[in-house]
């Protein structure tokens, strides 16, 4: 069993020690001891993978083909499923980008004008005197981690219970988990807010908490009620952007950004790149602990990348146009080959450099992963449908 969770050893090698550590436990006694939060330092039914999948470190294949290959899918399933609540996150936030953008919106509107500065600080730094929700709040700020069920319960107090905006405990997420994601902490936040599924809110009850937190936590005082937060209608889902391959065989440069520190399974190993660039940038990195990870890892990565390519692999510090197109007219490349970015900061930071490339006439080609192609489609309505793909899904890949 694993102890400090804080303790996240940025590499890939790293991840796959831990998956290898946790698989011999994703099976039965996963689904059985899931829900159970003991506290930070405390052994633990679940794998804190979540950072090595997050930059994809790790992928969701190597996790979900290594536990089917230990357990098989139905003592598995609740593990695969749980790891598939990741891609489907992702995939159904691509088909409705407006969603995030008005998340960002909104949550700069709240930073500017929520007059109640005090309660914001005091749920920030653990100090509203409301049991379990202060020593999660502290626990986030000292680990950079929280476990599923303690950000259920935290989300919940915070927007029912303390009636704070539910944008700002967003961004308080993505401030400072190691695992911060755009797709994940904004649809989870608005799955307990009742904006995901209308009408469904998130309820956190002091015998729940008592239950599954072994008793070290029963607040007094929690809201007994969830008031409906509404907002307009969501955009209907629009068709994912087509996947792009790398049509051209020209000698490229190879972008590996913080969304995806694993290029080897993206870009093939025998393509023309002539160099490698690993963006260690801020985009999509809003906190402290994110960046600490994501620039160690990018020098890891780097090194990977250096060894699998047989190129040079530089780390950048900033993402921009003019940057890249000096590296790719080093390397004597037209074409950028990346990882597909999806819905998020480095999806935006790449946007905005795309047409400054294409002026200096050089092509920028993000390449998506077999992974989301085969599942990201199948997101268009709620989990419970996605759900029933998964097994088929999986057996198409040969997988089980
Ligand atoms: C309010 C709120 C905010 C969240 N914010 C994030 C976030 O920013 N980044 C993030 O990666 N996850 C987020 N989650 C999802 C989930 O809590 C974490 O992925 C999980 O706790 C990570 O711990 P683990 O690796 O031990 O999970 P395990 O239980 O071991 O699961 C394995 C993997 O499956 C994926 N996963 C598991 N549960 C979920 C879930 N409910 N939603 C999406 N993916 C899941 C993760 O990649 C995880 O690493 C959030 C959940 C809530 C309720």
New binding site residues.
């Given amino acids: 069993m694993q102890d400090d969770p804080s303790d996240f050893e940025p590499s890939r090698s790293a991840g796959l020690d831990r998956l290898a550590e946790f698989v011999n436990r994703a099976g039965r006694s996963y689904a059985a001891g899931?829900n159970t939060d003991d506290g930070p330092g405390r052994a633990t039914a679940?794998?804190?993978?979540?950072p090595y999948?997050?930059y994809r470190l790790v992928t969701e294949r190597d996790v979900v083909a290594a536990v089917l290959e230990r357990h098989g899918f139905e003592p598995a399933e609740k593990?695969v499923q749980?790891?598939l609540?990741?891609t489907y996150?992702k995939g159904w936030l691509e088909m409705r980008p407006t969603v995030w953008a008005r998340f960002v919106e909104e949550r700069d509107r709240q930073r500017q004008t929520f007059p109640n500065k005090r309660a914001l600080t005091a749920a920030e730094s653990g100090s509203t005197g409301i049991e379990g929700f202060d020593d999660w709040a502290r626990e986030l700020l000292a680990t950079g981690y929280?476990?599923?069920h303690a950000?259920?319960w935290f989300?919940s107090i915070w927007i029912f219970t303390l009636r704070l905006p539910w944008t700002l405990g967003a961004d308080f997420?993505?401030r400072h988990?190691v695992?911060?994601?755009a797709a994940?902490?904004t649809l989870?936040?608005r799955w307990?807010a009742g904006l995901q599924t209308v009408g469904k809110t998130y309820l956190a009850t002091a015998d729940n908490i008592a239950r599954y937190t072994n008793g070290r936590f029963s607040p007094k005082g929690l809201a007994t009620e969830a008031f409906a937060i509404t907002e307009p209608p969501i955009p209907r889902p629009q068709p994912l952007p087509r996947p792009m391959r790398s049509a051209s065989s020209d000698q490229s440069l190879l972008l590996v950004t913080s969304d995806d520190l694993n290029p080897e399974t993206v870009a093939r190993t025998d393509m023309p790149i002539k160099a490698a660039v690993v963006a260690s940038s801020p985009d999509g990195l809003w906190g402290d602990r994110a960046r600490v990870f994501v620039a160690k890892a990018a020098a890891e990565t780097a090194s990977r990348v250096a060894v699998s390519f047989d190129c040079e692999a530089n780390v950048l510090v900033d993402l921009d146009a003019e940057t890249l197109a000096i590296a790719a007219r080093s390397a004597g490349a037209h074409q950028i080959v990346t990882a597909y970015a999806p819905v998020g900061p480095v999806a935006d930071a790449l946007a905005r450099l795309t047409p400054s490339l294409a002026g200096q006439g050089i092509t920028l080609v993000q390449v998506r992963r077999d992974w989301d192609d085969l599942f990201w489609p199948h997101a268009t309505k709620g989990f419970f449908k996605f759900r029933e793909q998964i097994p088929e899904l999986l057996r198409e890949q040969g997988m089980r």
Avoid: G, P
């Avoid at 679940?46 to 979540?50: C, P, T, Y």
């Fill in positions: 899931r679940v794998s804190k993978l979540s999948l997050r593990f749980e790891v609540w990741r996150w929280l476990h599923n950000r259920m989300a997420f993505l988990l695992d911060a994601d994940s902490n989870s936040w307990v």
